[in-house]
């Protein structure tokens, strides 16, 4: 029994070690720790701090940021990023913030190179650089955008869909980047598009590629030391799908359980995609986009 345990930690330690791109294994002058849990050895992820857990993403990395709106935006983890500097990032997420905090904070700082997003009518900073010439944008259909993180955290390449269909995300033509004189320097490219059965009537699908990055930031209610996580709400839209995307998983929680405090049925994301963990408290900042009640109302 004890050389099967062995065997199995040894195995478990490799992989963690090649998926984390490289990285210190627990953040500068620390050693990996592990924990006897069961019978078997497992990989204790946490990390002391946002900025020890951000301090090796280099300038130009690429990111895949939870959030929907400002609901589960990794704030902690984004100010860590900004304060140490990083640079010419190319960020996936569903939108970019607002001006003054989110990702935009980022943006606003000139860090962000490229934005993959569905939605940005929220911030004008975003358009100020988009229109001038500043920034890239691949706008994608929102649904279309969370299946390409989903599938690249599966191993799927790429997949074939109807959104799109018949209109410039699949003819090409969209604006990516602006010359800042109002002419389109980059525009999107023609997709393929192919003709299924379907219900025993053709259809016409678009081609799409999926999305992995360097790097994914995400916000969690609950994650215990092995990385199995629990959203809370709106936040659950899109963190679960940055988070499979990244090739190296950073995540802030506000509640940090000992392995085994976690019902494995209410777990939303097992810990296998995740590599680093930060507890932030419940008290982490949590903006709303739009107050639709007075504050008195509340």
Not at 31 to 36: G, P, R, V, Y
Not at 155 to 163: D, E, H, M, P, S
Not at 197 to 215: K, M, N, Q, S, Y
Request: glycine fraction near 14%; aromatic fraction near 6%.
């Amino acid at each position: 029994m004890a050389s099967g345990v062995s065997t199995m930690w040894t195995l478990r330690r490799a992989a963690s070690t090649s998926q984390d791109t490289g990285a210190p294994a627990r953040g500068p002058g620390r050693s990996m720790e592990t924990s006897l849990f069961e019978g078997v050895r497992v990989i204790d992820k946490t990390w002391p701090s946002p900025a020890e857990a951000v301090a090796d993403i280099p300038d130009g990395a690429s990111l895949a940021v939870g959030g929907f709106g400002l609901s589960g935006n990794p704030i902690a983890l984004i100010e860590a990023l900004l304060a140490q500097g990083t640079t010419g990032l190319s960020v996936v997420s569903n939108n970019c913030g607002v001006d003054d905090w989110g990702l935009g904070i980022l943006l606003g700082a000139g860090r962000i190179r490229k934005m993959t997003s569905s939605y940005v009518g929220e911030n004008k900073e975003f358009e100020r650089q988009f229109l001038s010439g500043e920034l890239e944008l691949e706008l994608t259909p929102q649904g279309t955008l969370a299946e390409k993180l989903r599938a690249g955290g599966s191993g799927i390449a790429a997949f074939y869909t109807q959104t799109g269909v018949g209109t410039q995300v699949a003819e090409g033509g969209l604006p990516r980047r602006y010359d800042g004189s109002g002419g389109i320097a980059v525009a999107s490219p023609v997709k393929e598009v192919r003709t299924f059965d379907v219900g025993g009537e053709p259809r016409e699908f678009v081609l799409e590629e999926a999305i992995t990055t360097d790097f994914s930031l995400v916000h969690a209610w609950k994650g215990d030391r092995h990385g199995n996580l629990v959203f809370r709400k709106a936040a659950r839209a899109f963190n679960p799908l940055a988070a499979m995307a990244g090739r190296t998983c950073i995540v802030q929680v506000e509640h940090l359980l000992e392995a085994g405090e976690l019902d494995p049925d209410a777990v939303h994301l097992p810990g296998v995609y995740v590599h680093r963990i930060v507890e932030v408290g419940p008290d982490i900042p949590k903006r709303i986009e739009k107050r639709t009640v007075s504050a008195g109302a509340q």
